[in-house]
Structure formats: structure tokens, C-alpha cells
């Protein structure tokens, strides 16, 4: 009977366990929290680093996330879509920078404000990016020596 008891409670244990788990991912993912806001556009040279879900952030604020990523088959440029938090209106004139949280961190997606007082429209795209950079070619820049010119 003892060991019918402490089957139950371990279960019930590991079931409650399972459950904070996807409540605390749920929340970490922004799921339950309606995702309201609007689309923009940019183009990267190099999206490296960002995939669908990376956090889009204005001044280390997360206040979107990366929807969408397709290659251009003309330019050979990554075509990046990304939600923006209603509420938040960004001058016409900002800028998207694929950014690194460090060394061995992730990468995300900055946003630069501008100074226009024109605002992007739900749709509208990004002309001003930097794409990410990489660090092996950096290292071998500076193993080599950098440019011979």
C-alpha cells in the first residue's frame, strides 16, 4: 500500500514538474501574450546567426521577434520579416543591425532609431541595414595581417 502511495506522488511530482516547465516556456517564448504588432521588411547581405523567433530589440529592449527569412533568387539577399510590438512607432529613417549579445552569445536583430517624424507603416521596409558580422573572418584578418593594399 506504502508503495502504491509513493508511485502516485512521484507521478503526480513529475506531472506538476512538466507542467511549470511548459507554462515557464510558454511565457520565455512569448507565446501567450497575443502577439499584436506589425510587419516590417529589411534586406541583409548576411543574416547569419538569425533564424525564425530571434529576438528583435530597440535599445537592448525586446520588442518583436524575426517572423519570416527567404532568399532573394535575384539580389542573393535574405529577405527578413519581423514583427514589431503595436504601440511602438519607429522613425522612417532607423536602421536594422544584426547584433551579437557577445563572444559565445546569440545573435538578434537591433533596431537604430532615426530623428524623421515620418513613422513606418505596417509592411513598409528597412533600407538602412548592417548585416552580421562574422568572427572567423575577423580572426583571419587578424592572423593574416589584414589587407596587403
Not at 10 to 27: E, H, P
Not at 45 to 53: A, K, L, Q
Not at 59 to 81: E, M, S, Y
Given at each position: ?120 507603416e505596417a509592411g513598409d521596409e528597412i533600407e538602412d541595414t548592417q548585416s552580421s558580422v562574422s568572427l572567423i573572418s575577423l580572426l583571419l584578418k587578424f592572423v593574416s595581417g589584414g589587407d596587403d593594399d
Amino acid at each position: 500500500m506504502s508503495a502504491v502511495r509513493t508511485e502516485t506522488f512521484v507521478g503526480a511530482a513529475v506531472v506538476a514538474a512538466a507542467a511549470a516547465f511548459l507554462l515557464y516556456s510558454a511565457q520565455f517564448a512569448s507565446v501567450g501574450q497575443g502577439g499584436s504588432g506589425y510587419g516590417l521588411n529589411a534586406s541583409f547581405r548576411s543574416i547569419e546567426g538569425v533564424s525564425v523567433g530571434t529576438d528583435v530589440r530597440l535599445a537592448g529592449v525586446k520588442i518583436g521577434t524575426v517572423t519570416d527569412i527567404q532568399l532573394d533568387p535575384q539580389t542573393f539577399r535574405a529577405l527578413t520579416t519581423f514583427s514589431v510590438l503595436d504601440g511602438i512607432e519607429l522613425p522612417d529613417d532607423s536602421a536594422v543591425v544584426v547584433s551579437s549579445e557577445g563572444l559565445l552569445g546569440g545573435n538578434f536583430v537591433e533596431i537604430l532609431p532615426g530623428g524623421s517624424p515620418f513613422n513606418f507603416e505596417a509592411g513598409d521596409e528597412i533600407e538602412d541595414t548592417q548585416s552580421s558580422v562574422s568572427l572567423i573572418s575577423l580572426l583571419l584578418k587578424f592572423v593574416s595581417g589584414g589587407d596587403d593594399d
